[in-house]
């Protein structure tokens, strides 16, 4: 499958958690906006209006509202016209003026209401298309396996999902709408022109390329330092966060004045920047103020002309000003839609290459059954595997090892060894490039890969919380699971004291990543999660490493009552886990070396004996 690469310069990130948004950074908004410009990129509209056309109600409601508000828009002139000339110029009586003011009240209320329908509907379909659009490729992303964001950055993916969304959301709710409207009123405001007076429509048009062009001209100009200008604010932006997130460091170096010297360097690049879009902003007001009033000026001129002829009417030229505005107007209008819709199609092609993207792993169409009840045995039958992003690099080479129903391996080796491989195979987050995965007999791209994980409890090394309470935490593993099940997995991992404590109980916010707990409250938050999907397969990457000796004791507690009973693998980094476990698996360069249990490789010279002796001269074992 051909992957989709965001950047030009991808790099290894972790995935976006839930609520998260990353706001990207000044490189990443010059490139979106450098994107954007390409009349090819009209083509993807069509996505956009896939997602509209859902809504035929909405859209035909919309459609009727601006046709009528454009004539009513239109009618305004002709109304004049006929208070000018059959309510003054006639001589008639007040009621006769009452009249016809009546009527041209009547249609700016037409106006009004068809202006508020137009506006409602056109801004409910481009926040439901946006809704959809977002859905649509947040569901999508959620399929797709690991390493597509290896090779896509999530902070591009996440201003994808906002700053090209809200592209689109303009476009549809404003743009479409106004383009549709100046392109009505501009046509038949000329053919009402030419009714009126042929010879003056023919200097209007002749007036309007030499009112519009300059017009284009400056705005593409200034269209250019707007964007710059974007792009200076990102990095005064970029610049806030990185510094504001690395506080300590820069102070604990005493960088304060660097820091400092560097946010005004930015600060000041975009005022500079300000200043030249202000002036092409001013320059172009100037511009367009005296173009379009010297045009009205001299057709006045040469209408009053008429008018003292006999050419024209007072109403003929009231009429004529006030429909030459709205044409000039519209026309000009429509000279910023088409930016618009460059823009638009960049940032649909963008979202819709995420909502075509297909995950690598998925499952089959007529999918394998695993057996049941689950036995909870691991077969991995001569696995050679490399990561995507290191295709030249085998993490694992030709490896075998089978694990029986209820057994604990312990899996240990130095950096880069492969252990943290075996577990995102077991998991199939990744396919072997040879060899087969097999959980109680089936091959891993036999079965659904819902129901393989359905299988398996995982503990990460980091814990990952969310931004949410301490409820939704700990029963994300089994979301039907209630409060009398929570408790009872918090307090068989040892988390239950600490809760407890919390101000409002399972329903305390825990912070973002549980910024509010403990390395070992989140540890054991971690444990107690993995307790309530009581599943057969236990997949642990132990945490003890970095914590306390009081928060270690209470963690490794709560594992030995996580791993009774299930098949158990462990990458270990201390020996309480090793000592403990059935069989010791020792990794080197994507294969195994040893394997045995504590005591008969302890009394080798091998590559564990080594690995032991350095945790009691130096630390723990050597975590991937």
């Not at 946010?263 to 500079?272: D, G, I, L, P």
């Not at 998991?427 to 959980?439: M, N, W």
């Given at each position: 499958m051909a992957e989709t690469h965001i950047s030009s310069a991808p790099d290894t990130a972790a995935p976006v958690q839930p609520g998260a948004v990353?706001?990207?950074?000044?490189?990443?908004?010059?490139?979106?906006k450098g994107k954007r410009g390409n009349p090819r990129q009209l083509g993807n509209l069509a996505m956009i209006m896939r997602f509209a056309s859902a809504y035929p109600r909405q859209i035909t409601c919309a459609i009727l509202a601006l046709a009528v508000a454009a004539g009513a828009t239109l009618a305004i002139p002709a109304g004049f016209k006929m208070v000018i000339d059959r309510g003054f110029d006639s001589?008639?009586?007040?009621?006769?003026?009452?009249?016809?003011?009546r009527y041209l009240f009547l249609i700016t209320v037409v106006l009004g209401l068809s202006t508020a329908l137009r506006f409602y509907f056109v801004s409910w379909l481009g926040e439901r298309v946006v809704a959809d659009i977002r859905l649509a490729v947040q569901r999508n992303l959620l399929g797709l396996a690991p390493s597509f964001f290896e090779t896509n950055r999530p902070s591009e993916i996440a201003s994808r999902m906002t700053s090209d969304t809200a592209i689109v959301e303009q476009v549809v709710g404003t743009t479409v709408s106004v383009a549709l409207r100046n392109l009505v009123v501009g046509i038949g405001g000329i053919a009402y022109l030419f009714s009126l007076a042929p010879k003056l429509t023919g200097m209007l048009l002749l007036g309007i390329p030499v009112i519009v062009l300059p017009i284009v001209f400056i705005g593409r100009k200034l269209e250019k330092v707007a964007r710059s200008s974007q792009d200076r604010v990102a990095n005064v932006g970029a610049t806030t966060t990185e510094v504001l997130a690395a506080?300590?460091?820069?102070?604990?170096?005493?960088?304060?004045?660097?820091?400092?010297?560097?946010?005004?360097?930015?600060?000041?690049?975009?005022?500079?920047?300000?200043r030249r879009r202000i002036t092409l902003r001013a320059s172009l007001t100037a511009v367009v103020i005296t173009l379009i009033f010297g045009a009205i000026t001299m057709i006045m001129w040469q209408g009053a002309v008429d008018v003292?002829?006999?050419?024209?009417?007072?109403?003929?030229?009231?009429?004529?000003?006030?429909?030459?505005?709205?044409?000039?107007?519209?026309f000009g209008a429509l000279t910023e839609v088409y930016g618009d819709l460059l823009r638009?199609?960049?940032?649909?092609?963008?979202?819709?290459?995420?909502?075509?993207?297909?995950?690598?792993?998925?499952?089959?169409?007529?999918?394998?059954?695993?057996?049941?009840?689950?036995?909870?045995?691991?077969?991995?039958q001569n696995v050679s595997f490399a990561y995507p992003t290191r295709p030249e690099t085998l993490a694992l080479k030709d490896f075998s090892l089978q694990v029986s129903p209820g057994e604990t391996v312990a899996i240990v080796g130095p950096s880069g060894a492969g252990k943290s491989t075996l577990f995102q195979l077991a998991?199939?987050?990744?396919?072997?490039?040879?060899?087969?995965?097999?959980?109680d007999g089936v091959a891993l791209p036999s079965a659904d890969p819902k129901e393989i994980r359905q299988r398996m409890a995982f503990v990460p090394q980091d814990s990952v919380l969310f931004a949410a309470n301490a409820r939704d935490n700990l029963r994300y593993s089994n979301w039907a699971a209630t409060d009398d099940e929570i408790w009872d997995a918090a307090r068989a991992a040892n988390a239950e004291e600490f809760l407890r404590k919390l101000p409002e109980g399972l329903d305390s916010y825990l912070g973002e990543g549980g910024a509010r707990?403990?390395?070992?409250?989140?540890?054991?938050?971690?444990?107690?999660?993995?307790?309530l999907r009581n599943a057969p397969i236990l997949l642990l990457d132990e945490a003890t490493s970095a914590l306390d000796a009081e928060s270690e004791k209470l963690v490794q507690n709560a594992l030995d009552r996580l791993m009774h009973g299930r098949t158990?693998?462990?990458?270990?980094?201390?020996?309480?886990?090793?000592?403990?476990?059935?069989?010791?698996?020792?990794?080197?360069?994507?294969?195994?070396?040893?394997?045995?249990?504590?005591?008969?490789?302890?009394?080798?010279?091998?590559?564990?004996?080594?690995?032991?002796?350095l945790q009691f001269t130096e630390g723990p074992l050597a975590a991937e």
């Open positions: 990353s706001a990207p950074d000044a490189e990443e908004v010059a490139t979106t001589g008639g009586s007040t009621q006769d003026i009452g009249r016809w003011f506080m300590k460091i820069v102070q604990a170096f005493g960088q304060e004045e660097r820091e400092a010297g560097r946010f005004s360097e930015a600060v000041e690049s975009t005022f500079a920047t300000a003292i002829e006999g050419r024209l009417s007072g109403g003929d030229i009231a009429a004529f000003v006030l429909t030459g505005g709205l044409v000039a107007g519209a638009a199609g960049g940032a649909a092609g963008r979202l819709n290459e995420l909502l075509n993207e297909q995950p690598e792993i998925r499952a089959p169409a007529n999918p394998i059954v695993l057996p049941v009840p689950p036995r909870g045995q691991i077969s991995f998991q199939r987050f990744y396919d072997p490039q040879a060899g087969s995965v097999r959980i707990l403990s390395g070992g409250q989140r540890q054991r938050i971690s444990i107690a999660r993995a307790l158990t693998l462990v990458i270990a980094h201390r020996l309480a886990t090793i000592r403990s476990a059935d069989r010791i698996i020792v990794m080197s360069d994507g294969g195994i070396v040893e394997q045995g249990t504590h005591d008969e490789l302890s009394a080798r010279s091998g590559l564990y004996a080594r690995l032991s002796s």
